[in-house]
């Protein structure tokens, strides 16, 4: 049974830092390009932050860049997001997601808010 389940969500104040952690299981990890996305309240779902299977290669959207960094642990199957330098406008549900086409997983998501 494939799981992916993330973690390290939470309330933070701006300018504050999360990591998110999504742990999967059920396929071989190591295979699967790994990214993640988050949707805000009214809004589609968008592309974060992505990483390829080999762990080499990440790619940011612009927003992002320079604040958030992905990472992944293939002998512990976890892919990380760490998120610094948080803004209110960071506040979404954040997912996992691993591709290795045709086959698409998805997490439950993690609530991420940053107020103050």
């Known amino acids: 049974q494939v799981q992916l389940v993330e973690s390290g969500g939470g309330l933070v104040q701006p300018g504050g830092s999360l990591r998110l952690s999504c742990a999967a299981s059920?396929?071989?990890?190591?295979?699967?390009?790994m990214s993640w996305y988050r949707q805000a309240p009214g809004k589609e779902r968008e592309l974060v932050a992505a990483?390829?299977?080999?762990?080499?290669?990440?790619n940011y959207v612009d927003s992002v860049k320079g604040r958030f960094t992905i990472s992944r642990d293939n002998a512990k199957n976890t892919v990380y997001l760490q998120m610094n330098s948080l803004r209110p406008e960071d506040t979404a549900v954040y997912y996992c997601?691993?591709?290795?086409?045709?086959?698409?997983?998805w997490g439950q998501g993690t609530q991420v808010t940053v107020s103050s």
């Open positions: 997601r691993a591709s290795r086409l045709p086959s698409i997983y």
């Open positions: 059920g396929f071989t990890f190591s295979r699967y390009a």
């Open positions: 990483m390829v299977s080999s762990g080499g290669t990440a």
